[in-house]
């Protein structure tokens, strides 16, 4: 390839006088132009298409070929249209300048040819087409460029951004392959992000520290914060390019273009290169921001699944099982597996393992301990936070616990995510890579320790879970116990009370007084036994033998059998419970027990003469079901607690109302094994609504009206 910009510009004298093309090739020469010949029209083609001149000095009438027809052939030719052509005739020879310029000739000169008219007129052709030629260049740069921007701007996945600039920059540079190379985020190493036409550079990520010794020109760049392209002669044919590629002044990465011919770029080519560089760099962290964005997303979700899955289990090993998993799935880990520390004996035994099916990585065997006196710093690190450990630096290996832990596992790299409470160390879960490149980034690490926190937090859930699942075992029983006991003595001293009452002469009123108390006394205590075995009993039952229930006509009746207790308070009891057929699944004495629960409390908690309304509707496949009352209503600092066992909210009116507070209890406890739900609004002084909810079962041939 020729010289893109010999001397002043090259011209090709086309004159069949020998005479005269000597002293055009002298004059021109002396003028700092380049200059070829040709001797007639038909050789000034040939010599067009070979050298491509800038601007051709053509002889009107020469042999073979005149001047016009040769013009009008260099027209079709590549490159002719814009090469202009000074045509050069014989005075009045006005049919030859018609020709000419028809023919495309840009200018015409007669002989005698005045040499300064000649060289100026020259001068002007050549700048103009200089003009025209570097105007067409920057709008093609611009096209280039816009197209470039449109679609960097545009484009979201890597590769095509890539492909964009590696194609844009060998073709201004007439390079013969491209290489792209970017520091991998958090690591100092440079690797490969692309490459056309086999380049020879950065085969294998490398150090930056590494770069003088073996890319020193690379190292060039990154070194010493140039911002400008960094040329290197390979021969004395071609040069190597590596153009920065910054980031807020920050050396990224680079662009390098091999084997592109010496002396080939000019001012312009650099400027557009430089532009080129620039935009790609732009392009690159925006692509790496959104994708980087979208993976947070992505293990984001994953963790909150994992997490979610992980605080509904209860059992210990299950909990260790997922939280293994999960950590390998949320980092892309091939293989993890689970220590458990003993602290007394300080060790740590590897007790689960996760391997995906393609993983290169053995993990230990289960059983396997490590003894951590052999890494006595380890212990310490890990309770300050995950530590991290690449096994390439054989020095470090030696020095530093955790990478000799780490090569110890017979890994590569690996991740420790310890699972600590304030300062206790419970476990590690070791998360293995075979790919020393992988290291993971802080925000990783901390998502892998939020897992590991979940983890924790579910391993303490269940070890309370298993002790209160224990106690609450030892507590049924105890209750169970206690009332079976309390039950038979109580029923004798009741028996001979009556029997003393009935018997005994002549009590005065203060001995009757003290009878009847005692009578009351034991008939609470009955009561409350009643009310502790009837829960016991519900609670521990199965909804075996359940039968369809016809809730309205069951609560009518409950209502009415209550209708006394209200009369003897004079208040009025409203029954507002539509006549249905629509059935309950269920037990009808316990759903008896605790809608006469709910009313009863209605009739005790409002004063005489006041007014409970029970009323019952059907709606979303639901019957709804609510007492209303006007009575004492409950304070508002003790309603959180009404449905727990043995509460009572004592308010102003109700300090000498009986009761157990096991009644709400009970109730909750039937609906919600019924599949339904509780619920109550309550104001003092003003009064009370006690609501409850349950599904209605499928109308199904079977069921009987009852
Ligand atoms: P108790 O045997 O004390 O009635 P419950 O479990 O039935 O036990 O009720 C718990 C507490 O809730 C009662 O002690 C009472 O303070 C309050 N309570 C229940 N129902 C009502 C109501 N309709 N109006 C006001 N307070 C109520």
Redesign the pocket.
Known sequence: MLPKNPSKGLILIAEDEQMIRQILRRTMEKEGYSVVEATNGKECLTVFENTQPDIIIMDGMMPEMDGATACAEIQKMPGGEDTPILMVTALNDDEMVHRAFEAGASDFLTKPVHWAVLQHRVDRLIKARRADQELQQLLADMEILRRIDRELGYTLEIQRVLDLAMDAAVRRAAAVACVIGWIREGTNSLQRLAAIGRPSTLIEPVAIKDLPEIYPSIYKVFEERKKTIYETHINENSVQLIIPLTLEGQVQGFIGLEQVPSNYLNKEDYDFLTYLASRTADAIEKVQVYEKSQLRAEQMRRLHRISSEISSHLDHNEVIELGTRGEAHLLNAPCTFYCEYDKSENILTVSHVFMSIDSPITAPSIGKIFAINEYPTLISKLIEGPVQATITDEEQANSDDGYRFVKDLGVNHALIVPLSEKENLLGIIVLCQHNPEREYLSDEISLARSLAGQVTVALQNATLFHNVQDLEQVKSEMIRMASHDLRNPLTQVSGYLHLMIGTLPNLDERQEKFLERIKRGIDRMESLIE?ILNIEKIESQQPINWTPINISALIRHVSASLKPQADLKGQSLKIAVPETNDMVMGSDVQLAQAFN??I???I???PDGGNVEVRMKFEDEKAHFE?V?S????PLD?QDK??Q???????PG?ED???????????KTVIEKHGGGVW?T?EEGK??I?GAWLPIAPITEDIPTN
């Not at 109302?657 to 096991?662: A, C, F, H, K, N």
Request: avoid cysteine.
């Open positions: 009310d629960n709910f009863n409390n209605a005790k908690y409002t007492v009352d009575g004492y209503g409950i003790r009404i449905f066992r043995f509460y009572r909210a004592m308010s109700t109302i009986e009761g157990t507070g096991l009644g709400l209890s009970l109730v109550f309550s009064g009370s006690f």
